[in-house]
């Protein structure tokens, strides 16, 4: 880590010059101090308030690993976070899979319309933080701790963060403690849960699978619209190369699937918007 960031500061120094280093120095600094007092006041506190259009609510902070989730999203991914509270409409189902803490689950669940939550987070840590905030917040949701694949099978996962929640654990299939995969179309015919109106992807480079495995939901034309972050494999996360695909794969699965698609980069990540065609 500390050789990145040198490499970065020295790349600053060569293409920008000695006043360009120290503006961003100061920037990262301030930055830094005012991270530190936020989480410093937030865990004192207990909660951290959000609010997204008409949509409001908090999340415990019981650790910095929970807070750095909270920061990242709410800073990073704002505007998908409104796209999603502006497409919710009354009587929907909302999927979140890769719900991580719960961010937003809870967005839709305190949404004005009355939207169904079914969260996806197969890591332990991660499902037990997200019950948590949806009991914070009086939130019921169908909560399920399985993974969505192609095929039936088993996952581990590897511990990247000391304090057990983490944004991008990584897959494993020789960790302890396995967690079932399961295809999405099984859990709707086979279990009675209510396919999704919007659906919302994040989960580390399965994108691919968890797609293959709700080809029948997705074909029938109920889900309107998907979000879907997609990591690149120049990423330091697990990419959807890492997984046997590509995003080219990714787009034309879509596509087939009569979605048009709205595609924003970030660095090394793809976020895909797609509505079904009119």
Same mark, same amino acid.
């Given at each position: 880590m500390a050789v990145e960031k040198l490499s970065k500061?020295? =790349?600053i120094y060569d293409e920008n010059g000695f006043w360009q280093l120290v503006s961003r120095t100061y920037r990262h600094?301030?930055?830094?101090i005012r991270t530190h007092v936020l989480f410093r006041y937030y865990s004192l506190?207990?909660?951290w308030?959000?609010?997204i259009g008409d949509s409001s609510y908090s999340l415990t902070t019981p650790s910095t690993a929970e807070m750095t989730e909270i920061t990242y999203c709410t800073r990073n991914e704002a505007w998908i976070l409104d796209a999603i509270e502006d497409e919710l409409q009354s009587g929907d189902v909302f999927w979140d899979v890769g719900a991580n803490i719960g961010i937003y689950s809870l967005l839709a669940g305190t949404n004005s319309a009355d939207v169904s939550v079914v969260s996806f987070e197969p890591y332990p840590p991660?499902?037990?933080s997200l019950r948590r905030n949806l009991d914070y917040n009086d939130i019921s949701? =169908?909560?399920v701790e399985k993974a969505l694949g192609d095929t039936r099978g088993t996952i581990g996962f590897d511990i990247t963060s000391e304090e057990g929640v983490d944004g991008s654990a990584a897959v494993d299939s020789g960790a302890e403690s396995p967690c079932e995969v399961v295809p999405g179309d099984s859990l709707v015919h086979d279990d009675g849960i209510a396919p999704p109106d919007v659906l919302k992807i994040d989960v580390?480079?399965?994108e691919l699978d968890v797609l293959d495995g709700l080809a029948e939901t997705l074909s029938s034309g109920n889900c309107r619209t998907i979000y879907c972050e997609v990591h690149l494999s120049s990423s330091d996360r697990p990419s959807i190369e890492d997984f046997g695909g590509s995003f080219d794969e990714l787009k034309r699965t879509l596509r087939t699937h009569?979605?048009?698609l709205s595609i924003t980069d970030r660095d090394n990540e793809k976020h895909v918007l797609a509505r079904r065609s009119q």
């Open positions: 500061a020295l =790349t600094l301030r930055y830094l506190r207990g909660s308030p959000v609010r991660n499902a037990a949701a =169908t909560v580390e480079g399965a009569g979605y048009e």
